[in-house]
Every structure is written in C-alpha cells, then in structure tokens.
C-alpha cells in the first residue's frame, strides 16, 4: 500500500473498531497498528470513540413507565438486604 | 459559536452535577441514584428502544442498566468520558447483548434479513424533551452524512453487526462498506469537531 492508501486503511479499521464492527482477525491486526506509535492509529481512534460515544445522544429521547423507578428502588433495597 | 460556548458551559455544569451523583450513588446513596435515573431516564430509554423496538424487553433492560450503575459507579472515571456518555455506553452494550440473544433465538424462525430495521420512536412531540445544544450538534453531524454513510454506520452502531453483516445485510461488497464507514466517520470528525475539542 502506498502512504496514503495505508492511512486510509487505519482509518477504516479504526472507525470500525471504534463501533466494535471488526472481526476477531481484524481486531487483532489493528490492535498491532495501535502499537506502532507512527502509525496514527492512537490519535484518530480516540477520536472515534468520542464520535461513537456521541452517537447515542442524538436518540430521540422517551419516557418510561413510571413504574420501573419503583422497580429499580425495590431491587437496589433487596440487594442490600441481601 | 456564543451560542455553543454557552451550552458547553451549561453542559459542563450538568455534568459536573451528575459526576456528584455518581459518587453519591458509589457510596450507597440511594436517593442519589434515584436523582441520577429522574435527570437521565429518557435519553437511555429511548437509546435502549432504538436499538430494540419493544417496550417490555427495553423495559428490562433500562432496569438492568440502572442496576449496573448502582453496582459499579465507583468504576466512573471522569476521564474516560461524560457520565451521559458513560451511562449511554453501558445502554448500547446491554442492549446489544439482548438483541443478539434474542436474534438467536429468532434466528430459528426467520432470515436474518428481516430483522435489524429498527423503527425510530413515534415523533410525538410530547414525549419529546428540549435536548441540549450537544444533542442538536449531533443530529446535524448524522444528518450532514450520506443516507449510505449514516446507514452503515447506525447498522454497525444500533444493531451491533460486523461489517460483514452489514455488507451481507446491505447487499453490498464489502470494501464498500469500509469506505463508506470510513468516509462517514470522518465526516462526524470534521463536524464534530467542536465536541471531540471540549472533551479534551
């Protein structure tokens, strides 16, 4: 691969990754390029992982039952208990 | 960009409350926990349905995630990222698990292309909140990509597949989906930029 063909491959791997969209095989390899401290793979991962992070505020939000709060105090007192 | 600096004040401030929970939460403030769920309930329900369109299972599992953060808050490490962003991590992972256990369940019944086309919650303004500036950030950032983009990209994020998956899933080779994978995320680095700065 020519520099910036390998660049566009660590991005790849990178941004799948980051959303855990790798193969086992893969994931191995490019944690190898995380390693390699010249390959940049460090800094735009860290990128990603913020930006996959962010993924999950842009949800429209919705409410509830308002039973399941009651639900959740019962279980955290039971555990105490227990 | 006032209008940003404002929010990111603002958001900073919430977040700075929430962390206060948390290790309320770590030392076995149950009150606490209950504050934490009454100010971040909807934004991880509605992750957990988005990712599993049926309410009794996304019931269980906001319960399990509630859970989770009762048992591990001490865990938190405020420089591995926002609570919000902590709690929404801990939403998709558990509402992967259950996807895919319940696919394999499915998966005896039916093809795997019929499944994973998860509906978006029903737009009904009351049921929506006012969202917070970072919020709005993010749409845009998602809106701004292309449908193919954004659609390898919420397949890999909401369904938790492979892209081998997805590529199946999408009918497409699957060079094309790392491109198009590539080029979205790239997309939301550039415009998310503002967010990627702050964190840091």
Known sequence: LDPKERQEEIQALAALFALGALNERETRAFEA??????????????????????????VREMPPPDSIRKRLLSRIEERDEG | LVQFATDTAEARARDQEWIALIQKVADGDQAALATLYDTTNRI??????????????????????????????????????????????IAR????????????DQQRKEPLD??????????????????????RLVRAALDSL???????????????LSHSEIAAKLNQP???VKTRTRLGMMKLREVLRPILESNK
């Open chain 2, 44 to 89: 991880v329900y509605g992750l957990i349905m988005r990712v599993l369109s049926d309410t009794s299972t996304a019931e269980e599992v906001l319960l399990d995630v509630y859970t989770q953060v009762w048992r591990q808050a001490a865990s938190y490490d405020t420089q591995r990222g926002t609570p919000l962003a902590w709690l929404t991590t």
């Open chain 2, 174 to 176: 699957l060079g094309t």
């Open chain 2, 93 to 104: 992972s558990r509402a992967i698990d259950r996807l895919r256990s319940g696919w394999q």
């Open chain 1, 33 to 58: 390029d995380l390693r390699d401290s010249e390959s940049g793979a460090g800094e735009i991962l860290a990128d990603f992982e913020s930006i996959v992070t962010a993924i999950g505020l842009s």
């Open chain 2, 114 to 135: 019929t499944l994973g086309d998860t509906p978006t919650a029903a737009a009904n303004p009351e049921e929506v909140t006012v969202t917070s500036e970072r919020q």
């Open chain 2, 146 to 160: 292309s449908p193919e983009q954004r659609d390898v990209i919420e397949l890999a994020y909401y369904s938790g």
